[in-house]
């Protein structure tokens, strides 16, 4: 087992190393990593150090996911994403993390791609990006007891937050410029 306060991401939650969080709950904290597979990577992990993903109590491990999904739906709006995938794999920082990453093909979730953001570009999503979590805590989900659990479930598609503008709106990825597949009517 790892030593906690030699953990990186348990430095982070103390507030002993900077990071650019874009979401934090009392349990959980999501921030940009070091580099991004896609811009809009973001890692989320719990507060309470567990190394191994499957450690996780029961109430632990439904509340990662459940913040993850509460974060991939304006992350995939605000991005203009296709789809928001996740990655889980524990080597690289002995901490539970989930990468939720922005995708607009099915080669993009691929970890040999990650890039630092020059830092212009990491101030303009993360400014973006956190206020679209914000909106979305206020309007995005409700949230209801039942039988003594606490589940989140998603508003209507009418009241979630939606994006000031969409950033491949000319057919082209945020990520690298090329162009993104046509997938709707002609």
């Known amino acids: 087992m790892t030593d906690p306060s030699a953990c990186v991401f348990c430095q982070i939650v103390a507030g002993q190393l900077p990071a650019r969080t874009v979401y934090e709950d009392a349990d959980h904290i999501a921030f940009f990593p070091l580099e991004h597979i896609n811009p809009g990577h973001l890692v989320l992990i719990p507060k309470r150090h567990t190394d191994y993903l499957f450690d996780l109590d029961a109430v632990a491990y439904q509340a990662l996911w459940t913040t993850t999904a509460r974060i991939a739906a304006p992350l995939r709006d605000v991005m203009s994403a296709k789809r928001v995938g996740v990655a889980v794999e524990g080597f690289s920082v002995p901490h ?4 939720i990453v922005p995708l607009y093909a099915f080669d993009d979730l691929n970890p040999s791609r990650a890039r630092a953001l020059e830092p212009a570009e990491a101030d303009r999503l993360h400014a973006l990006i956190r206020g679209a979590l914000a909106g979305a805590a206020d309007t995005g989900w409700t949230s209801t007891i039942r039988a003594g659990r ?3 479930t998603p508003a209507p598609a009418s009241s979630r937050w939606a994006p000031p503008f ?6 082209r990825s945020p990520t690298n410029g090329r162009p993104v597949p046509h997938s709707g009517p002609a």
Request: charged fraction near 10%; hydrophobic fraction near 40%; avoid cysteine.
């Open 96 to 99: 539970v993390h989930v990468h």
């Open 150 to 152: 606490r589940s989140a």
């Open 166 to 171: 969409p950033l491949h709106a000319q057919g």
